[in-house]
């Protein structure tokens, strides 16, 4: 899947929230995202404000199925996993801070729908805890650095994990250099999650290393068709009936 994350660009304005709704539903991305912080977040002054109320997920919810999207939540708060059960949630990322957080994750898994584990700030000691409490086939892991600068991207991960772990690999950037989904692409993750801005000229929760709006249907468009190139991991004779059809211009001979 390719996954659009609004997390908290949403700035706690429900008309804003539609409206990358209405906007997200006319490309190709497959899922769209929400981030609910835990109860103590909110509490923060500076924070109140980025609060949505379960009605208008309900909202969100219902529009991206009406139009064929799933919908996910990236859940903190540990008390809301029933609330979101009501209201339709098509699959859960656990937060890296959340790892071993193992009767949560329990708690999801038990509902057998996918669940992304964010690795963000996590260790292979915690990674084997997860594996170890958590045999699961509704787990997948999301490689991300929770870095901006591009030389902290570390791709090379996403076969590390692989190799090590019976678990999928996804891949969820935080990098200002957005160029790095495109070369994602070329190890395999099982799903792509960006986040996602508006065009408006604010500063959004995630500003650094999200994509506007206006380029999505454009990313998504690129990055299905760049997955075309992978092939498969062999080598096979190929026939040209034409040799000139291998050169590169009108004139050679």
Not at 95 to 111: G, Y
Not at 123 to 132: A, E, P, R, Y
Not at 203 to 214: G, Q
Request: net charge negative; with cysteine.
């Amino acid at each position: 899947m390719i996954i659009a994350e609004i997390g908290l660009n949403h700035q706690g304005d429900t008309l804003y929230s539609l409206d990358y709704c209405k906007k997200l539903v006319n490309t190709n991305v497959d899922a769209v995202t929400y981030q609910i912080r835990e109860r103590e977040f909110y509490e923060k002054d500076e924070y109140k404000k980025l609060e949505l109320t379960l009605e208008h997920y309900q909202e969100v919810g219902e529009y991206l199925h009406r139009h064929d999207k799933l919908f996910g939540v990236a859940l903190a708060n540990h008390d809301l996993v029933d609330d979101m059960e009501k209201i339709g949630v098509d699959f859960y990322k656990v937060l890296s801070w959340d790892v071993n957080s193992f009767d949560f994750i329990t708690k999801l898994v038990a509902i057998n729908k996918p669940v992304f584990v964010s690795t963000g700030t996590s260790s292979v000691k915690q990674l084997d805890k997860l594996l170890h409490n958590h045999p699961s086939l509704c787990i997948r892991l999301i490689h991300t650095q929770l870095q901006f600068e591009i030389e902290n991207v570390n791709l090379k991960a996403i076969d590390f994990l692989k190799n090590k772990y019976p678990f999928p690999v996804a891949f969820g950037n935080h990098c200002e250099n957005l160029d790095v989904l495109y070369t994602s692409v070329g190890f395999s993750p099982s799903d792509i999650f960006f986040y996602v801005k508006t065009d408006n000229d604010i500063e959004h929760i995630d500003e650094k290393h999200s994509v506007r709006l206006s380029k999505v249907g454009k990313l998504t468009d690129r990055l299905n068709e760049l997955s075309k190139s992978l092939g498969v991991a062999n080598k096979f004779e190929v026939e040209i009936k034409d040799k000139y059809l291998i050169q590169n211009t009108k004139d050679s001979k």
